[in-house]
């Protein structure tokens, strides 16, 4: 006696080893769509961090040298194609303006560290408020908490770390 094995069942079987491969297929698809567009975010974020950090280093000469405000439109260029938000292109963009008038102010005065000038007084704090909300909004689109977390992970070093010297590539005490 013969059992008779309806025909849909039968074309099934059949099928199902087809039907796994492509339902495999399709899974590592999805998965490699989600594995590259992770990776391309976190290059995107890698570049973004590199251009911040540009930007704030620029800004410890800015206020009385010509160079650092040249290093500030370079930053500032770079993030005007990488910030993720308008909010934060404004920011960088008044931070180059701020620190460009600062410098201004202090070439007008011959030495700026001995001026006793309220107008560069001012113009500084402006700029370093401005610092301060670019700052802000950077590691609000990081999403890096805490101010000192946020300055490490932007300025790529711990404060109040010894640098290199100069002749012997050791540090200094």
């Known amino acids: 006696m013969g059992s008779k094995v309806p025909l849909w069942v ?4 059949a099928l199902l ?3 796994v491969a492509i339902a495999a297929i399709v899974a590592a698809e999805i998965r490699d ?3 590259i567009g992770h990776e391309r975010e976190s290059r995107l974020r890698d570049e973004r961090i590199g251009a911040y950090r540009k930007l704030l280093s620029a800004t410890t000469t800015a206020h009385t040298d010509r160079k650092g405000v040249n290093a500030l439109s370079e930053a500032r260029a770079e993030i005007s194609l990488l910030a993720g ?4 292109d404004r920011a960088a963009a008044r931070v180059w303006t701020s620190y460009g008038n600062t410098q201004k102010i202090a070439a007008k ?6 001026a ?11 700029a370093e408020a ?3 909300q670019f700052l802000e909004l950077a590691r609000e689109e990081l999403g890096v908490e805490g101010r000192s977390a946020g300055f490490r992970d932007l300025e790529g070093s711990t ?3 010894d640098l290199p010297g100069p002749e012997t590539g050791t540090s200094e005490p």
């Open 33 to 35: 769509r989600r594995r």
């Open 130 to 132: 401005a610092k301060e």
């Open 85 to 88: 938000t308008e909010e934060l």
């Open 159 to 161: 404060p109040g770390e």
């Open 116 to 126: 006793s000038s309220s107008l560069f007084s001012a113009y500084l704090g402006r």
């Open 17 to 19: 080893p087809s039907l």
């Open 109 to 114: 005065s011959r030495n700026p560290q001995n």
């Open 10 to 13: 039968a074309l099934l079987l």
